[in-house]
Structure formats: structure tokens, C-alpha cells
């Protein structure tokens, strides 16, 4: 008889005939509904993400069958997808045998802002007052609502300055979507001149001109590195080849929420910045990767761009809308690119830098939102709009994200020389009763300065001599009424749950920090050591700047530690 005209009998390794396969089998049902749900879509294996929030999204869950058949449907090994899904913290794997989570999840925010506005107290109730059969209650990191605190996600509707009693109301509604504000449309923005400056630039502009325009602006990252806007142009646009264009909306530093603030009533501000940097260097696709705590602001992004498409400004698919999957580490450029390319959001060892290998390996300009917002400004109206402005010494403005004990939390736009007196002033002074004592001046990474340090510019560079940095400007004022080693735990906790894991001085130091700052008297020298081993030899910027909230702590409100 010939070989191949025999049955097979797959062996193990005692000997014995198997039928199938070792490892999970792949189920017909579940390839049916994989392959429904996918429809006509691509089979791409950077539509990953993509996919399994579909499944998600249908099913409230991952089930090991689904995970089994999206692998054989996109071609590539089970591990690929379990890992990807494991990793994000909105995705829930449901292995056989175990009970998929109730159909109802609340996110309860205990970022800092929530966690001084009583989220602790809140979550407590909640757990006491719902039947955890019916609905789950999961703590959550900064859902970018930090001017409402405290907040919560029922689904993917969030409930403002939260209270059980309206979380029952909504549970008893059904209240589970995301509320849609009133935003600038298409129609709207067109009539007001919009697009107007990108249209002149494509049909005769000028790329370097347009570049020199925004550095005599001074526009800077406004993402929170603060490089020179338009420099990146001209690397990006030094390599031959295909270039990617790639907006990091995933504002997920504690305190910050000025993107969402203007993506909620100007996106399309935001996308003729985008489109003018992506004409500026001959991007051939613009890749916006949005948080998935914005499930608004991916609504309008979805809504607007499909007029953009029907309107022809833009071709079918050149713009590529991606939602994130809860991963703070994903702000990070090359860790975002991982994200966009389906895989974990794992930071890169740099060199090579993005601009000269990114998405797919290609040379990719990274923009944050706001910054592409100006970018749209300074072509209309001149660098004049920023460079104009002056104050303390320092050219431009800046978009503050205030929230905690002040009176009127929220964006407030003012001269990047304000100071963090300025800052409150603007927000409406300190709320009655309470007494100014600290302050965050740029998201956890930041740390604390005291209250006693108030008269320096709240910009970039003037903060660096402190041992702190502005950042992305996420400013949260702390009052006498507060702890501030209370606070310092709280981010170095925000650090341990959002650490990638890659690499061991993040992903141990930031456990071993949370544990040694819940002792009744820190253990300083200890504490300076560890310190130093993670910002010496941590990867990204997360494991490198996690020890500041601690040092600037135990220089400042050494009485508290």
C-alpha cells in the first residue's frame, strides 16, 4: 500500500493513537460565528485589537473557542492571540469551564483626583449595594474625566460626579451607551472656513515653509515631551519611502483630559492639523490610535471622518481609526505602534527611533492631539497665535487640565508662564474650607511640589531644575486636608498596574516601592536605592520617571514619611 493511501495516527509520546492535534481544537460553531462576525474585513494581522473587541463587544467576553478560531481565521498561533488578549486590561478571557462576568461592568476611576473626591468610598457602596451576580465591580485607572470626579464607567457610559443612587437610575434606564455631546460637524466647520488652508496647501504649498511656520510659532509635544513641533517634519520626510502618520490619543496620564475636551467639541480642528502634517510629509496613511475610554470621541472620530470620505478630502481607508484596549503604557510612541501593528503595547529599545522605523518598520511622524489642533491654528491664523502671547518670560499658551481642591475644575487655556497660583486663580481659587498645600504639576510622573513653590512658570523647561517636568499638564492641587504620601501611593499603585512587565526594574520595583510606602515609617535609604535602580535601568519612560512621586515626597513632606 502507499504511504499516502494510509490513515494517519497522530502518536504521543507514550505511544498511544490520538485522533486530532495536540492543543485547543478548533469548533465549528465558533469558526461560524468568528467568521460572520468578521464579514467582509481583511484577514490582517494588524486588525487584531480590532477583533477581538468585536468579539468582545457581542459577546461580553473571550471565550477559548472564539480566541481558537480568530487564530485559524487571521492565520497565525494561538499564543499570538492569547497573549495580545491577556495583556489589554478591557478584554476578558474566558478559559472552558469558567463563568463568563455578569453582563453589567462598573469601572469605578481611583486615579487621584477620584480617589480625593471619595471613588473609595464609592466603590465600597456599590459593592455592598449590587448583586455581583448581575454586575461586576472592577477599580479602573484615569478615565479622562478628572473635572467630574468622581467617575465611573456603567459599560461605556460614564456617570459624572457618581453617586450609587444614579447608578441605579441608569442601571433601571439601561443606560449603557456613550452619551454623544453636541460637537462643531463637518457642515459646520466647512462653513467657517474649514479646510480651506489644507485644500491651498495641497494645490500649491509649500512643506518647508509650512515646517519653519510652526518652529517660529514655537509649538512643542504637547503630549508631554516637549520637542520642537516641526523638526520631526523634516526627519520623517528624509527617508525614502512609504511614511506613516500616527496620532497618540491615548491620554491616559492621570489628571489629563484636554484632548478629549477638545475632541468632544472641535475634532475637526484636530483632523485638518492631522491631514496638514500627514500632506507635509507624504504620509501614504494616518493611523489616530483613541483610547477606548473615550467611547464618545471614537464616535465622532468614526462619524466625522466618513463625511471627510464622502466629501473627498480624503480617500476610503486613508485615515485608520484604531481603539486602544486600556493600556497606559500604549502613550508611549513605539508601544503604540506596537499596539497598531495588533500586537502588546511593549515599549521599544530606541535607537532606532520611530521616525526612521515605525508602523511596519516604515518612518512614522508621531503628534499628539492637541499639538495637530495648533498645528491647524498656526496655518490659518500665524505663529503669531502662539507666539504672540508672553508671560513671566515665557512665549505661547498652554491647555491646563486642573482638577482636585479647587473650585472650578476643568481645561483652562492661559500663558505658558502662569504660575500654579495663576492656576487655581483660574480655576476658581480653593474650595471652602480647604487650604492650599500641594500640588501635581504634571500627571504622577511628576510627583508633588509643595505650596511653598508657587511663583515658577508652569512650562516646559522651568521645572526640570526642581527635579519635576510640566508634561502633558495634568495639574492636580492637593489641600491641607490631604496626604501627601496618601497621594504618592496612589500613583506609585497606578504604576504597578499599568508597568508593561517587559523588563525587571519597572515591573518589580514599582510592586516592591507600593510595599515598602505602606509601612508606618518609610524606609528612605531603601527606598533612594530602589529608586536609582529603576530610573538607571528601566526601558521607557514609565519605569524611569515611576520614583519621583517618592523622592519628590520624602524632599518636601519629609514631617509625613
Same mark, same amino acid.
Given at each position: 500500500?502507499?504511504?499516502?493511501?494510509?490513515?494517519?495516527?497522530?502518536?504521543?509520546?507514550?505511544?498511544?493513537?490520538?485522533?486530532?492535534?495536540?492543543?485547543?481544537?478548533?469548533?465549528?460553531?465558533?469558526?461560524?460565528?468568528?467568521?460572520?462576525?468578521?464579514?467582509?474585513?481583511?484577514?490582517?494581522?494588524?486588525?487584531?485589537?480590532?477583533?477581538?473587541?468585536?468579539?468582545?463587544?457581542?459577546?461580553?467576553?473571550?471565550?477559548?473557542?472564539?480566541?481558537?478560531?480568530?487564530?485559524?481565521?487571521?492565520?497565525?498561533?494561538?499564543?499570538?492571540?492569547?497573549?495580545?488578549?491577556?495583556?489589554?486590561?478591557?478584554?476578558?478571557?474566558?478559559?472552558?469551564?469558567?463563568?463568563?462576568?455578569?453582563?453589567?461592568?462598573?469601572?469605578?476611576?481611583?486615579?487621584?483626583?477620584?480617589?480625593?473626591?471619595?471613588?473609595?468610598?464609592?466603590?465600597?457602596?456599590?459593592?455592598?449595594?449590587?448583586?455581583?451576580?448581575?454586575?461586576?465591580?472592577?477599580?479602573?485607572?484615569?478615565?479622562?474625566?478628572?473635572?467630574?470626579?468622581?467617575?465611573?464607567?456603567?459599560?461605556?457610559?460614564?456617570?459624572?460626579?457618581?453617586?450609587?443612587?444614579?447608578?441605579?437610575?441608569?442601571?433601571?434606564?439601561?443606560?449603557?451607551?456613550?452619551?454623544?455631546?453636541?460637537?462643531?460637524?463637518?457642515?459646520?466647520?466647512?462653513?467657517?472656513?474649514?479646510?480651506?488652508?489644507?485644500?491651498?496647501?495641497?494645490?500649491?504649498?509649500?512643506?518647508?515653509?509650512?515646517?519653519?511656520?510652526?518652529?517660529?510659532?514655537?509649538?512643542?509635544?504637547?503630549?508631554?515631551?516637549?520637542?520642537?513641533?516641526?523638526?520631526?517634519?523634516?526627519?520623517?520626510?528624509?527617508?525614502?519611502?512609504?511614511?506613516?502618520?500616527?496620532?497618540?490619543?491615548?491620554?491616559?496620564?492621570?489628571?489629563?483630559?484636554?484632548?478629549?475636551?477638545?475632541?468632544?467639541?472641535?475634532?475637526?480642528?484636530?483632523?485638518?492639523?492631522?491631514?496638514?502634517?500627514?500632506?507635509?510629509?507624504?504620509?501614504?496613511?494616518?493611523?489616530?490610535?483613541?483610547?477606548?475610554?473615550?467611547?464618545?470621541?471614537?464616535?465622532?472620530?468614526?462619524?466625522?471622518?466618513?463625511?471627510?470620505?464622502?466629501?473627498?478630502?480624503?480617500?476610503?481607508?486613508?485615515?485608520?481609526?484604531?481603539?486602544?484596549?486600556?493600556?497606559?503604557?500604549?502613550?508611549?510612541?513605539?508601544?503604540?505602534?506596537?499596539?497598531?501593528?495588533?500586537?502588546?503595547?511593549?515599549?521599544?529599545?530606541?535607537?532606532?527611533?520611530?521616525?526612521?522605523?515605525?508602523?511596519?518598520?516604515?518612518?512614522?511622524?508621531?503628534?499628539?492631539?492637541?499639538?495637530?489642533?495648533?498645528?491647524?491654528?498656526?496655518?490659518?491664523?500665524?505663529?503669531?497665535?502662539?507666539?504672540?502671547?508672553?508671560?513671566?518670560?515665557?512665549?505661547?499658551?498652554?491647555?491646563?487640565?486642573?482638577?482636585?481642591?479647587?473650585?472650578?475644575?476643568?481645561?483652562?487655556?492661559?500663558?505658558?508662564?502662569?504660575?500654579?497660583?495663576?492656576?487655581?486663580?483660574?480655576?476658581?481659587?480653593?474650595?471652602?474650607?480647604?487650604?492650599?498645600?500641594?500640588?501635581?504639576?504634571?500627571?504622577?510622573?511628576?510627583?508633588?511640589?509643595?505650596?511653598?513653590?508657587?511663583?515658577?512658570?508652569? #512650562?516646559?523647561?522651568? @521645572?526640570?531644575? =526642581?527635579? *519635576?517636568?510640566? $508634561?502633558? &499638564?495634568?495639574?492636580?492641587? +492637593?489641600?491641607?486636608?490631604?496626604?501627601?504620601?496618601?497621594?504618592?501611593?496612589?500613583?506609585?499603585?497606578?504604576?504597578?498596574?499599568?508597568?508593561?512587565?517587559?523588563?525587571?526594574?519597572?515591573?518589580?520595583?514599582?510592586?516592591?516601592?507600593?510595599?515598602?510606602?505602606?509601612?508606618?515609617?518609610? #524606609?528612605?535609604?531603601? @527606598?533612594?536605592? =530602589?529608586? *536609582?535602580?529603576? $530610573?538607571? &535601568?528601566?526601558?521607557?519612560? +514609565?519605569?524611569?520617571?515611576?520614583?519621583?512621586?517618592?523622592?519628590?515626597?520624602?524632599?518636601?513632606?519629609?514631617?509625613?514619611?
Amino acid at each position: 500500500m502507499a504511504l499516502d493511501d494510509r490513515k494517519g495516527v497522530w502518536k504521543s509520546g507514550k505511544g498511544k493513537g490520538r485522533h486530532t492535534p495536540k492543543g485547543r481544537q478548533l469548533e465549528d460553531n465558533a469558526w461560524d460565528d468568528v467568521r460572520n462576525l468578521l464579514g467582509d474585513q481583511p484577514c490582517r494581522r494588524d486588525l487584531l485589537i480590532e477583533y477581538l473587541h468585536l468579539l468582545q463587544d457581542t459577546y461580553g467576553h473571550l471565550s477559548a473557542a472564539h480566541l481558537r478560531a480568530l487564530a485559524e481565521e487571521l492565520r497565525i498561533s494561538m499564543a499570538e492571540v492569547y497573549e495580545v488578549a491577556t495583556f489589554y486590561a478591557h478584554f476578558d478571557v474566558v478559559k472552558e469551564g469558567e463563568t463568563p462576568p455578569p453582563a453589567l461592568t462598573i469601572r469605578v476611576c481611583d486615579s487621584l483626583s477620584c480617589e480625593l473626591a471619595g471613588a473609595e468610598a464609592l466603590k465600597s457602596a456599590l459593592e455592598s449595594g449590587l448583586d455581583a451576580a448581575e454586575v461586576r465591580v472592577l477599580r479602573a485607572p484615569c478615565m479622562g474625566r478628572c473635572d467630574t470626579a468622581p467617575v465611573l464607567e456603567l459599560g461605556h457610559h460614564h456617570i459624572d460626579h457618581a453617586t450609587p443612587e444614579k447608578v441605579n437610575a441608569a442601571i433601571a434606564a439601561g443606560h449603557t451607551h456613550a452619551d454623544i455631546p453636541d460637537y462643531e460637524d463637518f457642515a459646520a466647520y466647512e462653513a467657517l472656513g474649514g479646510y480651506a488652508s489644507l485644500k491651498a496647501l495641497r494645490e500649491k504649498g509649500d512643506w518647508e515653509q509650512v515646517q519653519e511656520t510652526v518652529l517660529d510659532a514655537g509649538l512643542r509635544g504637547l503630549g508631554g515631551a516637549g520637542f520642537p513641533s516641526g523638526k520631526k517634519w523634516g526627519f520623517v520626510r528624509a527617508n525614502e519611502g512609504t511614511r506613516y502618520l500616527a496620532v497618540n490619543g491615548d491620554e491616559g496620564e492621570p489628571g489629563t483630559f484636554k484632548d478629549r475636551y477638545y475632541l468632544e467639541r472641535t475634532p475637526h480642528l484636530f483632523l485638518e492639523g492631522m491631514l496638514i502634517a500627514a500632506w507635509a510629509v507624504e504620509a501614504e496613511t494616518c493611523f489616530i490610535y483613541m483610547r477606548d475610554e473615550y467611547p464618545a470621541v471614537l464616535h465622532i472620530l468614526a462619524q466625522e471622518i466618513a463625511k471627510l470620505e464622502e466629501a473627498g478630502l480624503v480617500e476610503k481607508g486613508y485615515i485608520d481609526l484604531r481603539r486602544g484596549a486600556g493600556a497606559y503604557i500604549c502613550g508611549e510612541e513605539s508601544a503604540m505602534i506596537e499596539s497598531i501593528e495588533g500586537k502588546r503595547g511593549i515599549p521599544r529599545h530606541r535607537p532606532p527611533y520611530v521616525a526612521q522605523v515605525g508602523i511596519f518598520n516604515k518612518p512614522t511622524l508621531v503628534h499628539n492631539i492637541e499639538t495637530l489642533l495648533w498645528v491647524a491654528r498656526i496655518v490659518r491664523e500665524g505663529p503669531e497665535v502662539l507666539s504672540s502671547t508672553e508671560k513671566n518670560g515665557r512665549k505661547g499658551l498652554r491647555s491646563y487640565s486642573i482638577s482636585g481642591r479647587v473650585q472650578n475644575p476643568g481645561v483652562h487655556l492661559l500663558p505658558a508662564g502662569s504660575t500654579i497660583m495663576d492656576l487655581i486663580e483660574a480655576a476658581g481659587g480653593m474650595l471652602e474650607g480647604h487650604t492650599f498645600k500641594a500640588y501635581q504639576p504634571g500627571g504622577p510622573s511628576a510627583g508633588l511640589l509643595p505650596a511653598s513653590i508657587n511663583d515658577v512658570p508652569m #512650562d516646559f523647561d522651568t @521645572l526640570q531644575p =526642581l527635579g *519635576t517636568f510640566i $508634561g502633558s &499638564a495634568a495639574v492636580v492641587i +492637593l489641600s491641607d486636608k490631604d496626604s501627601a504620601r496618601g497621594a504618592a501611593l496612589n500613583m506609585l499603585r497606578f504604576f504597578e498596574d499599568e508597568s508593561c512587565g517587559q523588563c525587571t526594574p519597572c515591573r518589580v520595583g514599582c510592586e516592591k516601592a507600593v510595599k515598602l510606602m505602606q509601612a508606618d515609617k518609610w #524606609d528612605q535609604p531603601l @527606598l533612594e536605592e =530602589l529608586c *536609582t535602580a529603576m $530610573g538607571d &535601568a528601566s526601558i521607557c519612560g +514609565l519605569g524611569q520617571a515611576a520614583p519621583n512621586p517618592i523622592r519628590m515626597t520624602m524632599k518636601h513632606f519629609a514631617d509625613e514619611v
